[in-house]
């Protein structure tokens, strides 16, 4: 079902945005200390990738990477509905068999969450605890933003578009339902997308069932999941997600900048067979085909360098799926028996090449340094 209304401009603002005052940061600092139990729970209830899944083009979505903030809502899609106001022309209220009707795409994409890195950055900012692996890419089918937002018509006085899901929780002593925004200019691209697919079947709980956001190019936060409505506003949002976290910080009083495009990255399908503790890997003499993945949300990935005990050597580049979807790499190497560490490295169009050290901030957004992998050659 379809419900539209004239709407000259809803004042309704989503729940984390009627909180006051905002607090400024985590409730405990960076730490180099073991990790918490608050970590480890964290860490048990949302899952990385496993580095072997970048052989696949698309991940599986069992495989695919999962942040989630609050508890997984129970959403009955029958009585679901979607609701577009704010200022546009026309408030908007669909049915999930609405949306199905309209025009749909289907859009590659690689996810990463912004915290991607945290745990390896010293002293240690409290949160989520990333190694390397919480990235993915699926492909994603649903109806282009932009096409709703035409049909509501967005009046021209307004500034962002406000997504919030029905997920709902605590944090920084806030109560809330996750929400995020996006500038005009971002929302109206041709491949932002209302999914209700991953991977040509329906969306698994888990990744925002019975809708959700893709943001290509952005890191994970954009893409709202178990997504109910979308306002369209003159101001700019303050809610939690966006206006405390998700931001480069050098120290909890630091106001920061806002997280957004993904930083160029690559990584190496660890090679060999690996120890259960240890995770280091040993493998037989001779010839091995090194491989894996690049991506960026600032440009197109031009190269990837591997180092092989600090030498670089250039990796042949294939085709991406598309325009904002990882390339696979990969490079010959004939193994010496000994120890060994590799390293791959890649540089998008904009000139930007992954560091060889940290990128330290306060919530350990961004951490894009070079992955090195010890190997035993036997």
Excluded at 130 to 155: D, F
Excluded at 272 to 294: C, S
Excluded at 345 to 358: I, V
Aim: charged content about 20%; glycine content about 10%; hydrophobic content about 40%.
């Amino acid at each position: 079902m379809t419900q539209t209304q004239p709407n000259p401009q809803s004042t309704r603002l989503p729940a984390a945005r009627e909180q006051a005052p905002l607090p400024t940061g985590p409730a405990a600092g960076p730490t180099t200390g073991p990790l918490t139990p608050e970590e480890l729970q964290l860490g048990a209830r949302n899952h990385s990738m496993p580095l072997e899944a970048l052989r696949r083009g698309i991940t599986p979505p069992g495989l695919h990477y999962v942040l989630t903030h609050f508890d997984i809502p129970d959403i009955d899609p029958a009585h679901w509905h979607l609701r577009i106001t704010g200022a546009v022309e026309r408030a908007l209220e669909l049915s999930m068999a609405a949306l199905r009707k309209d025009p749909a795409i289907t859009v590659p994409v690689t996810l990463e969450c912004a915290g991607n890195g945290r745990s390896l950055l010293k002293p240690r900012p409290l949160s989520q605890p990333w190694i390397m692996e919480g990235v993915g890419t699926a492909a994603w089918t649903g109806v282009p933003l932009a096409y709703l937002l035409g049909k509501a018509g967005i009046l021209p006085h307004a500034v962002e578009v406000v997504f919030t899901g029905a997920d709902a929780g605590i944090q920084g002593g806030v109560t809330q339902r996750y929400a995020r925004s996006l500038p005009i200019r971002e929302a109206m691209r041709a491949d932002v997308v209302l999914a209700y697919k991953m991977n040509g079947s329906e969306l698994p709980p888990q990744h925002g069932y019975p809708l959700r956001l893709v943001v290509p190019g952005w890191y994970g936060m954009a893409s709202v999941k178990w997504l109910e409505s979308i306002d369209v506003v003159t101001a700019p949002f303050e809610g939690y997600q966006q206006h405390v976290a998700y931001r480069y910080q050098d120290s909890a009083d630091d106001v920061g900048t806002p997280a957004a495009r993904i930083r160029v990255r690559s990584l190496m399908v660890p090679p060999g067979i690996p120890d259960f503790f240890t995770r280091k890997r040993v493998l037989q003499r001779g010839p091995v085909m090194l491989q894996g993945r690049a991506w960026s949300g600032q440009a197109a990935v031009t190269a990837v360098a591997v180092g092989i005990d600090g030498t670089w050597l250039p990796a042949h580049l294939e085709e991406p799926a598309g325009g904002f979807a990882w390339r696979k790499w990969t490079l010959p190497w004939v193994a010496d028996p000994g120890e060994h560490e590799l390293a791959c490295r890649a540089t998008d169009g904009s000139g930007a090449t992954q560091p060889l050290e940290q990128n330290w901030n306060y919530q350990g957004l961004g951490n894009n340094m070079v992955q090195r992998v010890s190997v035993r050659v036997e």
